[in-house]
């Protein structure tokens, strides 16, 4: 990306976005690009090791196949359940548990 287009985004940033833990217009001035690991690289080319991700999301890092492929395969057949009644919920509870789950409705 051209440092023109990444400087509107900055300014973008400022004007309309609030972040937390700043004051409303600052923001730190890196448009992030691609992550792959523990690395992120910004549209400036920089990279930059992320050390704070874990605490709120990327835990086991970015840009990880076999994540995706698991998160696909969960995809394709259930996008969202409430935590009371979804199979794969039980399926574990069973197998923690030792103890054979059943549902009625």
Not at 29 to 40: H, P
Request: hydrophobic share 40%; proline share 1%; charged share 25%.
């Amino acid at each position: 990306m051209d440092s023109a287009r990444t400087d509107d985004i900055i300014k973008f940033d400022r004007e309309h976005v609030l972040h937390p833990l700043l004051r409303v217009g600052q923001n730190v001035g890196v448009v992030f690009e691609y992550g792959r690991g523990i690395k992120l690289k910004d549209t400036r080319g920089k990279e930059y090791f992320d050390v704070a991700s874990q605490l709120l999301n990327v835990n086991l890092g970015y840009g990880r196949g076999e994540m995706l492929d698991a998160i696909v395969k969960q995809m394709e057949k259930l996008q969202f359940a409430t935590l009371f009644l979804h199979l794969r919920i039980l399926d574990l509870l069973e197998h923690q548990r030792g103890v054979h789950m059943t549902c009625t409705m």
